[in-house]
Structure formats: C-alpha cells, structure tokens
T-cell receptor
C-alpha cells in the first residue's frame, strides 16, 4: 500500500509569490489533514477534510491560505501571497475511519522557504 | 485551547540505557494519546498510542503510561539502540472521533555509542 505522498518536497519562493502544495492521501482514506511545523516548534493543525468537505479549519492562520479537496481524493494547499512567517514544513496526513480516534499516516512533508 | 507540553527538548543517552520523555496536556476531554517518531527527511510515524481507559501499554522496548488525574503521559524506551535516534512527538486528541491532533514541541533523542 502506497503511503501519503506530497509534492513538492522543497519549495523556495519570494515574499509575495504564490505556492501550491499537493497531497495524495492513502487510497480509500476519507480523512485528510494538513499540519505545519514552523521554526522547530510543535507541529500545528491547520485543517481537516472528510472526503471533499472541510470538517474543521480552525487552524488556518489567515485568508492567505486556501485548501481544497475536489472529488475527495488529493488535496491542495495554496498560499497567496506568501509571507516570511509562512516558512516551515507542511505535513499532510490521512486516516481511514470516521467516528473514532485512529492512526493518522503522515507524508514526508513539503519544506517551504519564503525569502 | 488545548495545549501539550513536552520535556526535555533534547535528550542524549548511552546506548543500552533507558530514555524517558514526559508530556502534560490541558484539555481534560482528551482521550487519545499517540506518540510519533520523526527521522530525518521523513514525516512523523506512529510508534505507539494509548487511550484514556488504559493506564499503561507496552510494545517490546517501548512503553507509555498515562495518568489522567494529573494529565501526564510519558514514553519509556528501554535498551536504546542507535536507530532510536530521532525526534519524538507526544500528542493528544481532544475528541473521540477522528479529529485533529495536538502535538508537543518534540524531543530530539540522541543515542551515544
């Protein structure tokens, strides 16, 4: 079974530019999550999809961040325009079951550097 | 909101010795406590988890304990090996259903040969 994949692995952009991160969850996983780790701090929750619907987006920092999951398969996270403080590692995770706490499988992350 | 504190931030132990990482959480509604190991260039991987109806769980050299009254939980690694070197994260999930995970700040564990 293929794991969670993320693209790109690294992205370096200038302040004010736009970046789109992609996540492909494990096939059949309805739950998809985005997290990020900034400056060696804790990994922070951004949002949670159940299929194509946003279940919880309480962690999204501001309206410069837009997440989509059209069709309930892969997801994209767009940052527009990027700011310096957006630098960090963005992780995607997926889990199979709804309605019970269960293992979230993480992707390798996308390291975003905003100059 | 929910907060998870983790100590120490770095830990160096001699190979073969034990390592202990401690965490506290703030939301008494939390009932799922996973531990993740992150190796260089990889995402966090679940190594063990414990639910609130259990006080202790063991899996080979790894054990976790949970004290719900004190809101403490800890990870114990015995007979440490070089491949145990990594960053470890404790976490708590505040709901019984599939939902976000609140992570601690991580512990960088180094095993000295």
């Amino acid at each position: 079974e293929a794991g969670v994949t993320q693209f790109p692995s690294h992205s370096v952009i200038e302040k004010g530019q736009t970046v789109t991160l992609r996540c492909d969850p494990i096939s059949g996983h309805d739950n998809l999550y985005w997290y990020r780790r900034v400056m060696g701090k804790e990994i922070k929750f951004l949002l949670h999809f159940v299929k194509e619907s946003k279940q919880d987006e309480s962690g999204m920092p501001n309206n410069r961040f837009l997440a989509e999951r059209t069709g309930g398969t892969y997801s994209t996270l767009k940052v527009q325009p990027a700011e310096l403080e957006d630098s960090g590692v963005y992780f995607c995770a997926s889990s199979r079951l709804a309605g019970e706490a269960n293992e979230q499988f993480f992707g390798p992350g996308t390291r975003l550097t905003v100059l | 909101g929910e907060n998870v504190e983790q100590h120490p931030s770095t830990l160096s132990v001699q190979e073969g010795d034990s390592a202990v990482i401690k965490c506290t959480y703030s939301d008494s509604a939390s009932n799922y406590f996973p531990w993740y190991k992150q190796e260089l260039g990889k995402g966090p991987q679940l190594i063990i988890d414990i639910r609130s109806n259990v006080g202790e769980k063991k899996d080979q050299r790894i054990a976790v304990t949970l004290n719900k009254t004190a809101k403490h939980f800890s990870l114990h690694i015995t007979e440490t090996q070089p491949e145990d070197s990594a960053v470890y994260f404790c976490a708590a999930s505040p709901y019984s259903s599939a939902s976000k995970i609140i992570f601690g700040s991580g512990t960088r564990l180094s095993i000295r040969p």
